[in-house]
């Protein structure tokens, strides 16, 4: 069999992992390129095969880095099963109709601006899209076997990271391949900690933070602090967020940090619609986390739940201290933006940042110390606090990932690192050598291998 690495390879964006067995094509992840523009560009080129000759496409999960291509895949041609566990169909649902009304949205004021490159400024794909991809979604059952032909199934087993994610295992050509997708950190607030697998001829592995061990840092001290410090000194914290999990676990240790009387009454605001249906997912889902019914409702309560833009109007001139909770995570788009036109100027402003930010992204350029940030075409000075908790990070850092390796009964012929930027993924490959001996590689975007 031939495996193909079309994206994710060099990279932590864009994941999407070709097999081809015996006529059949199956593809893992159908992630969206984000980031720095010529990754980005990538989204708009074609796959070196046609989509109407892949039978499966296998999502691991729901973060748009691994379905955000789904749309143009659909269209052009892709009309297969696409399979995945139920909360990752009610996530990439989510994540891809929010995707397509920001491209939309964005396209239609780079048009109107006059500040697009292009003559006619196209979203990547539109919500009409989106709608022709969900009656291809299957729900599978973890742990429980998928056979999509004679000879090949796969497994689904609980990856952490986000509600849904899963590591996947095909079974074919009587060899076991098996994909991590994301893997979670084995102490994480709200997500259980990631099933190992027990067999592998061949392993892709995620390497996001092959190079990093996430600090012993307090987090919830962190946080106190940094709002304590933000309400004294009459400032606003922006919490750029994913809506999806990164949301829900500041709600949940805010909430904490209030009930334990460590933080002051002011306002506190979650400000993504996507977020606030997470947390009807979350209800939905209580198999896949740590979260009482109770918890959930109490945590609820303690935040302001926007969702109508005029209220964030409403919220971005409110001149109170207060804290905000705001997608897009790295930035890219989305209210965050709002909020920081108006308080990225203002040194009582603190940003917090608490997941991985991609090359290219604005939130690696605050990290990086930039002077100033270009939004809707224009630019702006940074005089804001720029601050990061690393220990928020939903992907296991590099002890979590070789951990991930140690329950393995048989030594793969393999170990493929995907979805990491060269420097971490070559530092996990040693570590990995050194530690079990296992023989690694580190594909490149386009490279071919045959099993």
């Known amino acids: 069999m031939n495996v193909t690495f079309l994206g994710g390879a060099g990279t ?73 566990t139920s909360p990752t169909k009610d996530i990439a649902k989510l994540i891809l109709r929010d995707s397509a009304k920001i491209q939309e949205e964005e396209a239609k004021q780079a048009n109107e601006g006059k500040y697009s490159k292009h003559e006619i400024a196209e979203p990547l794909y539109t919500v009409e899209q989106v709608e022709k991809v969900l009656p291809l979604f299957r729900v599978v059952q973890p742990n429980e076997e998928v056979v999509l032909d004679a000879e090949i199934s796969a497994v689904f087993t609980n990856a ?32 259980f900690a990631p099933t190992k697998p027990k067999k592998a001829d061949y392993v892709f592995l ?10 012993e840092e307090d987090v919830k001290l962190l946080l106190e602090t940094y709002i304590n410090n933000a309400f004294h000194s009459g400032g606003t914290v922006i919490i750029p967020s994913f ?15 209030k009930k334990e009387d460590r933080i002051p009454n002011m306002p506190y605001i979650i400000d993504t619609p996507m977020g606030i249906s997470m947390l009807t997912i979350f209800e939905n889902n209580k198999k896949w986390h740590k979260l009482s019914t ?55 402003t603190t940003v917090i940042i608490v997941g991985y930010q991609a090359e290219g992204t604005r939130g690696r350029k605050l990290l990086d110390g930039a002077n100033d940030i270009k939004i809707r075409g224009k630019y702006y000075e940074v005089q804001a606090k720029i601050v990061e908790i690393e220990g928020l990070s939903a992907h296991g850092d590099q002890s979590d990932l070789l951990n991930w390796l140690s329950a393995l009964e048989n030594k793969p012929k393999k170990v493929f690192l995907v979805h990491g930027e060269n420097q971490p993924a070559d530092e996990l490959r040693i570590k990995i050598q050194e530690k079990y001996g296992y023989d690694c590689a580190v594909p490149m975007m386009g490279q071919t291998f045959e099993l």
């Open 160 to 191: 952490g990271h986000i509600l849904g994610a899963c590591s996947v295992t095909l079974q074919l050509e009587h060899k076991t391949l098996v994909f991590s997708g994301d893997i979670g950190r084995d102490d994480d607030v709200l997500m």
């Open 294 to 348: 109770e918890e959930c409702e109490a945590m609820c309560n303690q935040f302001s739940l926007i969702s109508d833009y005029q209220e964030t109007i409403n919220a971005i001139f409110d001149k109170r201290p207060k804290v905000v909770i705001a997608a897009s995570g790295m930035i890219t788009g989305g209210r965050v933006l709002s909020y920081l036109e108006r308080y990225i100027g203002l040194p009582e």
């Open 12 to 84: 932590v964006t864009g994941s999407k992992t070709l097999v081809e067995s015996n006529g059949i094509r199956i593809l893992i992840d159908c992630g969206q390129f984000q980031g720095i523009k010529p990754l980005r560009e990538l989204n708009w080129q074609p796959l070196p095969i046609l989509p109407s000759t892949i039978d499966f496409v296998l999502l691991t999960h729901g973060h748009l880095d691994h379905c955000g291509w789904l749309p143009r895949l659909v269209n052009q041609g892709f009309t297969g099963k696409i399979y995945c």
């Open 243 to 257: 809506a999806v999990e990164r949301a829900q676990t500041i709600m949940y240790l805010i909430w904490q940090l």
């Open 206 to 215: 995620e390497s996001t933070y092959g190079n990093r061990i996430h600090p």
